[in-house]
């Protein structure tokens, strides 16, 4: 594969093309602001400093998938009217047969979202067979992102396919990289992979990387049993001076979505460190 041709398959400009492009699109997950509407959402997130908004389209969502075709643009146009952009949505996409999927597809693709992250596809007894689930389901909806001009992202995820990263490569292996490709979440990856396993999971993923999902958590003791707690992004167990520096040797430029699993005494200003802790690495990563 020339280089052009993995850049290009991994949603990446080389640095020669961005003298007027913003090389980062840094959103927040509107998961974690159930309760705002779409214009208090807008402010809020503008005034804490966030590039976007990543985007609920699912049950009990921001937007709910079968309403998508009326809200979707309503909550668009007023989230852009604050100066915000919409660069990706969140949906539980599996099948491309969901009676929500072509609504969903086609009207985000003309407002121009450029990504949708898929839903999840849990392991059952046998890992062949959930992973021969997990590929009919991403190739069907591959080929409706193609069909209105939109690219998925493959979520690497604890208890489901993807998981392991080499897994989520083969569901991935025989599928346009234009249309669908990998939503990396360092934390996750951490989470099952520990020492060493989110390092290859990452770099099976460069090469067709389109989003990433920023958040961390540590290993506590709770009634007796071990458990993922999260916390603020630096405080935890994701080994941050190594990715960051991973992700830069692509360039990587977004859509990155900070994630707050945790629950802050004051959700705003934890939001706004946390974006500052990744400001901070990201420029630090890509040299200043």
């Given at each position: 594969?020339?280089?052009r041709e993995?850049?290009?398959?991994?949603g990446?400009?080389?640095?020669?093309?961005?003298?007027?492009?913003?090389?980062?699109?840094?959103?927040?997950?509107?998961?974690?602001l159930?309760?705002?509407?779409?214009?208090?959402?807008?402010?809020?997130?503008r005034?804490a400093?966030?590039?976007?908004?990543?985007?609920?389209v699912?049950?009990?969502?921001?937007?709910l998938?079968?309403r998508?075709a009326?809200d979707?643009?309503r909550?668009?146009e007023?989230?852009?009217?604050?100066?915000?952009?919409?660069?990706?949505?969140?949906t539980?996409?599996?099948?491309?047969?969901?009676p929500?999927?072509?609504?969903?597809?086609s009207?985000?693709?003309?407002?121009k979202?450029?990504f949708?992250?898929?839903?999840?596809?849990?392991?059952g007894?046998?890992?062949?067979?959930?992973?021969?689930?997990?590929?009919?389901?991403?190739?069907?909806?591959?080929?409706?992102a193609?069909?209105?001009?939109?690219?998925a992202?493959f979520?690497?995820?604890p208890?489901?396919?993807?998981?392991?990263?080499?897994?989520?490569?083969?569901?991935?292996?025989?599928?346009?990289p234009?249309?669908?490709g990998?939503?990396?979440?360092a934390?996750?990856?951490?989470e099952?992979?520990?020492v060493?396993?989110?390092?290859v999971t990452?770099?099976?993923a460069l090469?067709?990387?389109?989003?990433?999902?920023f958040?961390?958590f540590?290993?506590?003791?709770v009634?007796?049993?071990?458990k993922?707690v999260?916390?603020?992004?630096?405080q935890?167990?994701?080994?941050?001076?190594?990715v960051?520096?991973?992700?830069?040797t692509i360039?990587f430029?977004?859509?990155i979505?900070?994630?707050?699993?945790?629950q802050p005494?004051?959700r705003?200003?934890?939001?706004?460190?946390?974006?500052?802790?990744?400001?901070k690495?990201l420029?630090a990563?890509e040299?200043?």
């Amino acid at each position: 594969m020339r280089r052009r041709e993995f850049l290009l398959g991994a949603g990446v400009v080389p640095l020669a093309a961005q003298t007027s492009m913003q090389r980062f699109t840094i959103c927040f997950f509107s998961k974690h602001l159930p309760n705002l509407n779409y214009d208090e959402l807008g402010k809020t997130l503008r005034d804490a400093g966030f590039d976007g908004v990543d985007l609920t389209v699912r049950p009990k969502g921001h937007v709910l998938p079968e309403r998508a075709a009326q809200d979707l643009p309503r909550a668009v146009e007023v989230i852009r009217s604050h100066g915000l952009e919409v660069p990706m949505i969140t949906t539980e996409l599996t099948s491309a047969s969901d009676p929500s999927a072509r609504t969903i597809l086609s009207t985000a693709a003309r407002l121009k979202i450029p990504f949708f992250k898929l839903g999840y596809w849990p392991y059952g007894d046998s890992p062949e067979e959930s992973v021969g689930r997990a590929t009919a389901g991403a190739r069907g909806l591959a080929e409706l992102a193609k069909e209105f001009g939109i690219t998925a992202g493959f979520h690497n995820h604890p208890r489901n396919v993807g998981l392991c990263g080499w897994d989520g490569r083969a569901v991935l292996r025989d599928l346009d990289p234009q249309w669908i490709g990998c939503y990396y979440d360092a934390s996750n990856a951490t989470e099952e992979g520990a020492v060493k396993g989110w390092e290859v999971t990452l770099r099976l993923a460069l090469p067709r990387l389109k989003m990433a999902a920023f958040k961390d958590f540590y290993w506590a003791k709770v009634r007796g049993k071990w458990k993922s707690v999260p916390c603020p992004l630096g405080q935890g167990m994701v080994d941050w001076d190594k990715v960051f520096p991973l992700l830069a040797t692509i360039h990587f430029r977004g859509p990155i979505s900070v994630h707050q699993e945790y629950q802050p005494p004051d959700r705003m200003a934890a939001a706004r460190e946390d974006l500052e802790f990744v400001r901070k690495h990201l420029e630090a990563a890509e040299g200043g």
